[in-house]
């Protein structure tokens, strides 16, 4: 099982971002997924989860300003960012609980300017 994480970028304050994991390899189930992000000399921080049944939750440094949403059918999750922040900077981590483990993926870089 693999997870690959793209859509990072350079955007301006203000500006908006999607990012995209997709799930690959013998999947048999999925259950939650979600994203982190750590930023220099930081911990890493959860940004966004949602379940299996669709239950999502966020930090308050992100609430509505960050939406995740998953296609099943596609085996991917998706995290739009919106009215981005240079404290948004950093490397975005996917996850997911797949077949019952946990997964990561390689990372996506997120930069806002200001």
């Known amino acids: 099982v693999q997870l690959q994480a793209s859509g990072g970028g350079l955007v301006q304050a203000g500006g908006s971002l999607r990012l995209s994991c997709v799930a690959s390899?013998?999947?048999?189930?999925?259950?939650?997924m979600g994203w982190y992000r750590q930023a220099p000399g930081k911990q890493r921080e959860s940004v966004a989860g949602i379940t299996g049944g669709g239950s999502t939750n966020y930090p308050e440094s992100v609430k509505g300003r960050f939406a995740i949403s998953r296609d099943i059918g596609k085996n991917t999750v998706y995290l739009q960012m919106n009215s981005l922040k240079p404290e948004d900077t950093g490397v975005y981590y996917c996850?997911?609980?797949?077949?019952?483990?946990?997964?990561w993926g390689q990372g996506t870089q997120v930069t806002v300017s200001s």
């Open positions: 390899g013998s999947i048999f189930s999925i259950g939650s």
């Open positions: 996850y997911g609980y797949i077949n019952r483990q946990s997964y």
